[in-house]
């Protein structure tokens, strides 16, 4: 997923490069190799033809089982992370709400890409599978898509191309996205041969056709939200990406992708914003290991991007919320830690957002998120741009500052008061309470059904320490 979801999402692409349509019942005439072989160098020729892209050397064709791809799957999802990384990658949806906790990715996601898989190119081996128990007259679309990984791969060499976004997932994504749409934009100009028009001539792109039922199928109807939209962005999104791109100069545009990605979820949303060069800035989240504690366990630190912050949003609120929020996304953070026997988690996060102004939105709008991932909590305290409760899993806080917001879920507020002071903010609301609490930074230590603040702040009042650009902003927000 982006940010949280890149870990997932761009493996999932990567570890197929998959036309998604679901498989059918084997037909009683299921096609030969040789009918296989013929139709793939035919169709081979067409997307050379239409891409611009020449074929450079052979390419491998074969006839898979559906035994066979469910072991490329296995293979690729090893390969492409090791098992530390894919765990992490659990946790972190896990923290945001994104998965159930205990949800067994790993065995969910090779059940639910075998069923998927029509047809794929492995650039590894340079190969391009078909599963066997399809006729290849069901194929030639799949084909479309597939065999333009395989061109765009002899040129761009693509598996390295996308993972030299790593460690950024976010950015990562963004690239899948763009191997991914720029399959299905050829995969349209492939479909619209003979008719005197192509992707250039289509205003509007309704690209969820191209995908079909796929929420018929059985594993993607047992999917959590997010899964699908993972699994779906690249794809949907990467599609009006390219078209967007490619539509004023055509396939010749193709290269200059390439050489200069999109390095955001959010480019990928907003194309002009990629025509535009905006690039976003670099945030950073102080370095807390030392206050957490030798306990726990850093299990990530990356970045969501406007596709994972929407996520997290429309899990508890709605696309209809999320949409208008995540949008103002201008940069972001998070780091993710693991008690190392309790196996509990601590999730840091900070998102700029585009204006003071999206700030305070984000603030209403996730306080409104979080009170909804957390209905069992105590000790509530609201105020205009700072929020705090206790949970049984540990002290949540959300406190907006300017365009910028800081989020700790699983802390406690001697922890979060030295997250503020490392980000040079003044101290939270509540600092009478860090003397009841008797905390020490460490969320171990945290009581069960404490409060997690209780003073409050006179906003019309110059805070002691304060930096003169927030007391005027608050003056702004409080006219007195």
Not at 124 to 132: G, L, Q, S
Not at 152 to 178: G, M, T
Not at 181 to 209: C, E, F, H, K, V
């Amino acid at each position: 997923m982006a940010g949280a979801f890149s870990w997932y999402a761009a493996s999932a692409t990567l570890q197929a490069r998959q036309a998604t349509a679901p498989a059918k019942p084997a037909p009683s005439s299921s096609a030969t190799n040789a009918e296989f072989a013929a139709t793939a160098d035919e169709v081979l020729q067409q997307m050379s033809e239409i891409t611009g892209l020449t074929l450079r050397s052979p390419l491998k064709k074969s006839l898979r089982t559906r035994a066979q791809i469910r072991a490329y799957v296995v293979n690729e999802m090893n390969e492409d992370k090791d098992a530390a990384e894919r765990y992490a990658g659990q946790r972190s949806a896990e923290a945001f709400g994104l998965l159930p906790t205990g949800f067994n990715l790993d065995v969910f996601m090779v059940d639910l890409l075998t069923e998927q898989i029509a047809g794929l190119y492995d650039p590894k081996t340079h190969e391009f599978y078909v599963a066997d128990w399809i006729p290849v007259a069901d194929q030639k679309m799949v084909m479309a898509h597939e065999l333009t990984h395989a061109l765009q791969d002899q040129h761009f060499q693509i598996e390295d191309w996308a993972k030299a976004a790593r460690p950024n997932d976010d950015a990562e994504l963004a690239r899948e996205s763009v191997l991914e749409g720029s399959a299905m934009a050829a995969m349209i100009d492939y479909l619209l041969q003979g008719t005197g028009r192509s992707l250039q001539d289509l205003n509007d792109i309704d690209p969820s056709m191209l995908i079909g039922d796929m929420e018929s199928t059985p594993m993607l109807k047992k999917a959590p939200p997010f899964l699908k939209d993972a699994l779906i962005f690249p794809y949907l999104d990467g599609l009006n990406f390219s078209a967007a791109v490619l539509r004023p100069e055509g396939w010749s545009a193709l290269s200059g992708i390439f050489a200069k990605p999109p390095v955001s979820t959010q480019q990928i949303m907003h194309p002009a914003l990629y025509k535009s060069g905006k690039v976003p800035p670099k945030v950073v989240i102080p370095s807390m290991d030392r206050d957490i504690g030798a306990d726990w366990t850093k299990l990530e630190d990356n970045i969501m991007g406007e596709f994972g912050w929407k996520e997290v949003l429309k899990q508890f609120l709605g696309e209809e919320r999320a949409t208008p929020v995540s949008s103002a996304w201008n940069a972001d953070r998070y780091v993710l830690y693991e008690q190392k026997k309790t196996k509990r988690l601590l999730l840091i996060t900070r998102l700029d957002l585009a204006s003071d102004a999206s700030a305070e939105r984000f603030f209403i709008t996730y306080s409104d998120a979080l009170k909804k991932k957390y209905e069992h909590r105590t000790g509530e305290d609201h105020q205009r741009e700072f929020l705090s409760f206790d949970t049984s899993e540990g002290g949540v806080f959300l406190r907006c500052v300017a365009a910028a917001c800081v989020t700790l879920e699983g802390g406690d507020l001697p922890l979060f008061e030295k997250l503020s002071k490392e980000l040079n903010w003044t101290a939270p609301p509540g600092k009478e309470a860090t003397a009841r609490s008797r905390g020490t930074g460490d969320p171990s230590q945290l009581p069960a059904a404490e409060p997690a603040c209780s003073a409050t702040r006179n906003p019309f009042v110059t805070q002691p320490g304060e930096p003169p650009e927030e007391s005027s902003r608050r003056s702004a927000l409080f006219p007195q």
